[in-house]
């Protein structure tokens, strides 16, 4: 079963996406497995389904959504931080993903 | 539902008077105009720059002759490069009272105010004779737009608006998606739902422009506030904008300032043909939301996460909000909340009936929170585009 702070948009996702905020140290039930979260994750943040591998597809609402830019454990954050688009880079206030 | 009958046969929610002032110089006195009118009913919107602009001409006779608009006062300099003589044309043509106060001929600031106050009285009274008559869901124009995504629109509030286009559509309304720019990732999606081959191609051929122009912009269609609610990349943040387009076929592929030739979905083009000459094709999404306005729009359905404020000028904006903290926090600007999805309290379809039920009930004349709270944004901007091509309309079904 999936913790109900976290939701499967669709089946093929590789992401779970959170609906209630959860803090580094909480435990969360992902499926079959429980794991510790290692940083707070925020409504609307992406946490990893399964162990992803550095260039996967990320998946969500069945569709990719961009790659992963090094690999990601089970459970882990999934944002600017370890994936990229594949067309056309983000920017937060400070910098553009990819630059340092 | 009722309207109010225009001149040239078509039908709006609001009755309003519009001020315009055609450069930022006369900004001042036009405004001072409609704040001094001390009316609900009269509006101000404008434009700033003093070259001229085929677009922004375009742009600016469709905001004027919009079946919400009962009668207009131009306001301008009088040195702009604005063509003020062919907009107060396009606007007496569509039957509709105009009158234009040049400021270098009238005398400056003060008089040019005190003229235009008395324009305004008598624009005012030939808007309370605008006759009253029965509208129906299918005689209506319905855009919706998102601004400040998060994780969460793509999840509730974009389904939602998504649901009820489709009712809508259902009963014969015309509904305007966009922004091609956000739906980079989508394009095939998009064209496999295009009622003729051609028009996917169309389609196809949109999206593959927006991502030529924002890539020569240097940036996307993405906000630092959508980083922070959880998006990590354009593609991601298309798919959940996409899911306001429902699942209805699409009809046809309109640019601003073009109006829906019947019922059905369409989406809508606003990146700017040939080379990038202007700048961002979105600068905000009060720009995003004239461009609606001047396809005809009679209301536009805003989702929001991280929370939107704004309203506009001339048309009602309906604001459905995603995130269900951002709700709290932002309740009184919220019209809808479905935050209720994430937190598992109503489904997608739910929500969805309850933005088409105040659909309706604004479209009567209800004020949205927006309005309610006083906001008139508009920003109307510098463009370039080439005519649609022919595959790009539905012919009558």
Same mark, same amino acid.
């Given at each position: 079963m999936l913790d109900k702070r976290f939701v499967l948009l669709s089946n093929e996702d590789n992401v779970f996406v959170c609906c209630e905020q959860v803090f580094a140290g909480d435990e969360v039930c992902l499926e079959e497995h429980s794991i510790f979260i290692k940083t707070d994750i925020d409504v609307g943040h992406k946490i990893a389904r399964n162990e992803l591998p550095q260039g996967e597809k990320v998946i969500k609402y069945g569709a990719p959504i961009g790659s992963t830019t090094q690999s990601v454990g089970f459970g882990e954050h999934v944002h600017m931080h370890n994936m990229k688009s594949d067309y056309i880079a983000s920017h937060t206030r400070q910098r553009r993903s990819g630059e340092e | 539902m009722q309207g109010y009958l225009r001149a040239d046969g078509r039908k709006g929610i609001r009755n309003i008077v519009l001020v315009t002032y055609l450069v930022e110089c006369a900004h001042h006195v036009a405004r001072a105009i409609v704040t001094q009118s001390e009316s609900e009913d009269v509006q101000l919107i404008g434009f700033q720059g003093c070259y001229p602009n085929e677009y922004s001409l375009n742009i600016m006779e469709r905001l004027c002759t919009h079946?919400?608009?009962a009668g207009v006062l131009i306001v301008s300099l009088g040195c702009e490069g604005f063509n003020r003589e062919q907009l107060a044309k396009t606007v007496a043509a569509s039957g509709r009272p105009v009158e234009t106060l040049v400021i270098q001929k009238s005398g400056g600031t003060k008089s040019t105010i005190a003229a235009g106050l008395e324009r305004i009285n008598s624009l005012v009274d030939v808007a309370k004779q605008s006759e009253i008559v029965t509208m129906d869901i299918n005689e209506l124009i319905v855009g919706t737009i998102c601004g &400040? $995504?998060? &994780?969460?629109s793509g999840i509730g509030a974009n389904p939602a608006v998504g649901h009820c286009f489709d009712k809508l559509i259902e009963q014969g309304a015309a509904c305007i998606f966009e922004e091609t720019g956000e739906l980079i990732g989508c394009e095939q999606i998009m064209a496999d739902r295009a009622i003729t081959p051609e028009l996917g191609e169309e389609i196809m051929k949109s999206v593959e422009k927006a991502e030529n122009y924002y890539t020569h912009m240097g940036y996307g269609s993405f906000a630092p506030g959508n980083a922070e609610g959880g998006l990590t990349t354009q593609e991601e943040k298309s798919m959940g904008a996409y899911a306001k387009s429902g699942s209805s076929k699409i009809h046809g592929l309109i640019k601003p300032g073009d109006i829906p030739s019947q019922g059905g979905l369409y989406l809508m083009d606003v990146v700017p043909d =040939?080379? %990038?000459?202007? &700048?961002? %094709?979105?600068? $905000? =999404?009060n720009a995003e939301i004239m461009e609606m306005i001047a396809s005809g729009a009679h209301l536009t359905l805003f989702t929001t996460g991280r929370g939107s404020v704004v309203g506009s000028a001339i048309s009602p904006v309906i604001k459905i909000c995603a995130n269900p903290e951002t709700y709290e926090n932002l309740s009184e600007d919220m019209d809808i909340n479905a935050g209720k999805v994430i937190k598992g309290e109503a489904t997608i379809a739910q929500v969805g009936d309850e933005v088409f039920e105040l659909v309706k009930l604004v479209a009567s004349g209800q004020q949205s929170k927006s309005e309610e709270l006083g906001h008139q944004e508009s920003v109307i901007t510098y463009k370039r585009f080439d005519a649609i091509g022919p595959s790009c309309l539905p012919t009558i079904r």
């Open positions: - | 079946p919400n608009i &400040g $995504s998060d &994780g969460t =040939d080379t %990038p000459l202007f &700048g961002f %094709p979105n600068i $905000s =999404d």
